[in-house]
Antibody, heavy 120, light 108 residues
């Protein structure tokens, strides 16, 4: 059974760096050819793709946020980590981790999401 | 960036009725690299359709996808109570991956 769970702070201050962790289970990243993305959704708004890391450590970023994002993986812990610098109130959103497996380039499995509020 | 425009924004229908949702792309999505997701309040999205017309595992046959190029459609043949939700299209043809702004299907 594939599961993903996001963790991180619920509240960050403007200009701070946000670090989110996605911990997954039920598959091996390499043998399943994992493609793990972070996607966010401001309250009442649409989904926005942020970044992706593949099983072979190839990385992709949203051009509009590229300078602020870093995605990485900790294979030994079955984790994918997203760092976003210089947080602003407009970054308030639910942040989701989602993966495609077996080479799939869609979001087959999702975590429950974690709401991050940016406020002083 | 490929912009996906979904219409209508809201679709008000009754259980048992047919729902037709549209997703139009700003440029051709070759190889039909388009997916549809369903999202219910307080939940993560769920993959329904991939590559424009293939149902994901466990998705009921009342959901179907069609289209190619720049125009795609999600059809729900007969709405069940659990189908009232927001639906998003998403493309994987080019970077960045993009989603439409969603169509809300609500109860009339």
């Amino acid at each position: 059974q594939v599961t993903l769970k996001e963790s991180g702070p619920a509240l960050v201050k403007p200009t701070q760096t946000l670090t989110l962790t996605c911990t997954f289970s039920g598959f091996s990243p390499i043998s399943s050819k994992m493609r793990a993305s972070w996607i966010r959704q401001p309250p009442g708004k649409a989904l926005e793709w942020l970044a992706r890391i593949d099983w072979d450590d190839e990385k992709f970023y949203s051009p509009s946020l590229k300078t602020r994002l870093t995605i990485s993986q900790v294979t030994s812990k079955n984790q994918v980590v997203l760092k976003m610098t210089n947080m602003d109130p407009v970054d308030t959103a639910t942040y989701y981790c989602a993966v495609g497996l077996h080479g799939d380039d869609y979001f087959d499995y999702w975590g429950q999401g974690t709401l991050v509020t940016v406020s002083s | 960036e490929i912009v996906l425009t979904q219409s209508p924004a809201t679709l008000s229908l009754s259980p048992g009725e047919r729902a037709t949702l549209s997703c139009r792309a700003s440029q051709s999505i070759a190889s039909d690299y388009l997916a549809w997701y369903q999202q219910k309040p307080g939940q993560a999205p769920r993959l329904l359709i991939f590559d424009a017309s293939y149902r994901a595992t466990g998705i009921p046959a009342r959901f179907s996808g069609s289209g190619s190029g720049t125009d795609f459609t999600l059809t729900i043949s007969s709405l069940e109570p659990e189908d009232f939700a927001v639906y998003y299209c998403q493309q994987r043809r080019s970077w960045p991956r993009t989603f439409g702004h969603g169509t809300k299907v609500d109860i009339k």
